[in-house]
């Protein structure tokens, strides 16, 4: 036998003693009467801790998503309802009890007050339990996930996210700083299309963010769940790894550079040898050849040392080296070769430089700039002749010996180029198509470097041509005297 809450017969609550489920009495604004002890065995909650409070405060769940007023708090909304109505309850102890509920007005009692009858749902709690499951995989994931509505805004995140937010901080829009710029549009796009997103890539300071999106449906409506994972460290290996390699890359091609140049310089130096002192004894065919030998080890060593700048700029490590010089004395230092190259072609090989003015630049540079143009205009002309023009561009003759800006100019009257692919001209690895260079072999790398170069020393490069007719490359340097200061 149960015992009555309240055990004076005048109790107008007295049938609680022998309701066989749940009941608990509250008045019009939904405040607790009385409770049976049926209702306090499910529940675990004692007549004192309830008696007095609002079922709204107390026993009723108001989560962000099916959050409500006091007012319109479902338990006692509705006085006399025949619908059973499913939800779940606050128990004594912070669980969620599932339960089945209606309620009836009460006709001895006083006005407005009514009883909300209740039993548990087996189920229900079943489903509840394995739900709980499912939410502490996501509460306990050490990768932070986080739920968005439609328009970007957060809905939920787990503790991961929470302290990945705190950490990283916001800006002055209160936006997560770990968080795309684009959320919105993000969110927008994934609930539009249902498809999940490729990851994006978020950067705060010195850490790295991969964020992965997907769509969710369910019964409350449709958002977006984003799973953050701090790839900082895979990152900073790989930055690491990565100048590993181009160290190990580098360290290899100055060895190998070094290996290739002895035996070239062994070429390139005997042979002058034998030309100084032979040449009276040489036939002309011999001597012929021997040039031949030495310019073609000349030129070996260009390229060698074009690939080792190529590998140089790419890593960012391209250094200058200002000193001041005559472009005449550059000129003379690759006549020899230059002229060879022109004259086995039988073109005309011309060179303008008033021998005197001096530059402020890097000698290596315009040397190999010099080289690289000229070396083209020979390839890629097959009669007429190669002018190389090298002179100070300033308006006024400079009162220093330095000129301010100079200008190098190589002309040919090869086959030109066709006007729809001079815009890649300078990109690496591009050549003009096959069928326009007429089967003259290369790697497509030389203007590339000649462009890279010139931006480093603070240049411009240009080019006219005309397909069939010649072509002049163009390039204007300043001279860097205040570096010398
Ligand atoms: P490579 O000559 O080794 O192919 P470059 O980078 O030096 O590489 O030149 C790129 C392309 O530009 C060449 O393949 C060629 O088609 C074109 N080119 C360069 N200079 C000339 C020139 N003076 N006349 C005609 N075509 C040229």
Request: proline share 5%; with cysteine; charged share 25%.
């Amino acid at each position: 036998m149960v015992k009555p809450v309240t055990n004076t017969p005048s109790d107008p609550n007295a049938w609680l003693t022998y309701w066989p489920d749940g009941a608990i009495v509250l008045d019009e604004n939904g405040r607790i009467l009385a409770i049976c002890e049926h209702a306090q065995a499910i529940l675990g909650w004692r007549p004192e801790q309830l008696i007095g409070q609002m079922a709204h405060d107390r026993i009723c769940i108001s989560t962000r998503r099916l959050h409500h007023a006091p007012e319109d708090c479902p338990i006692c909304r509705d006085a006399d309802s025949t619908t059973v109505k499913s939800s779940f309850w606050l128990s004594a102890e912070g669980d969620y009890v599932s339960v089945d509920y209606r309620t009836a007005r009460l006709p001895l009692a006083a006005d407005g007050h009514f009883v909300v009858r209740f039993h548990r749902n087996e189920q229900q709690d079943y489903s509840f339990a394995e739900l709980q499951k499912f939410a502490d995989f996501v509460d306990k994931n050490p990768a932070a996930i986080v739920e968005f509505d439609e328009f970007g805004q957060m809905l939920f995140c787990n503790p991961a996210m929470q302290h990945l937010m705190m950490t990283h901080g916001f800006d002055d829009q209160g936006h997560a700083r770990i968080m795309p710029r684009d959320i919105n549009e993000i969110c927008a796009q994934i609930v539009a299309s249902q498809n999940l997103r490729a990851p994006v890539e978020v950067a705060v300071d010195d850490f790295w963010f991969n964020w992965h999106f997907s769509p969710l449906v369910s019964p409350v409506g449709q958002s977006v769940i984003g799973y953050v994972f701090d790839v900082s460290d895979v990152k900073r290996a790989q930055a690491q790894a990565s100048v590993a390699r181009a160290q190990a890359r580098r360290d290899f091609y100055a060895k190998m550079i070094h290996e290739l140049r002895t035996p070239l310089n062994a070429i390139v130096g005997y042979s002058d040898l034998l030309l100084c002192r032979n040449a009276e004894n040489l036939k002309d065919r011999d001597l012929k050849a021997l040039r031949g030998i030495k310019v073609g080890g000349m030129q070996l060593n260009e390229l060698i040392s074009d690939t080792l700048d190529i590998s140089k700029i790419e890593a960012g490590k391209m250094t200058t080296e200002i000193t001041l010089f005559r472009p005449q004395d550059v000129l003379d230092e690759i006549h020899e070769q230059m002229h060879y190259l022109a004259e086995m072609k039988k073109l005309r090989y011309e060179v303008h430089c008033p021998p005197e003015f001096t530059v402020a630049s890097d000698v290596h540079k315009v040397r190999q700039i010099l080289i690289n143009l000229i070396s083209n205009a020979v390839k890629y002309t097959r009669k007429g002749q190669v002018s190389v023009v090298v002179q100070p561009l300033d308006v006024e003759p400079p009162m220093e010996d330095c000129a301010e800006e100079f200008l190098i100019e190589v002309a040919d009257t090869g086959m030109g180029i066709p006007a729809d692919q001079l815009d890649t001209l300078f990109d690496s690895y591009q050549r003009v198509k096959e069928s326009n260079t007429q089967g003259i072999q290369g790697t497509g790398l030389g203007l590339a470097l000649v462009n890279d170069v010139v931006e480093i020393l603070g240049g411009e490069i240009s080019v006219a041509s005309e397909y069939g007719a010649g072509s002049r490359f163009s390039v204007r340097l300043p001279t860097q005297s205040s570096v010398l200061d």
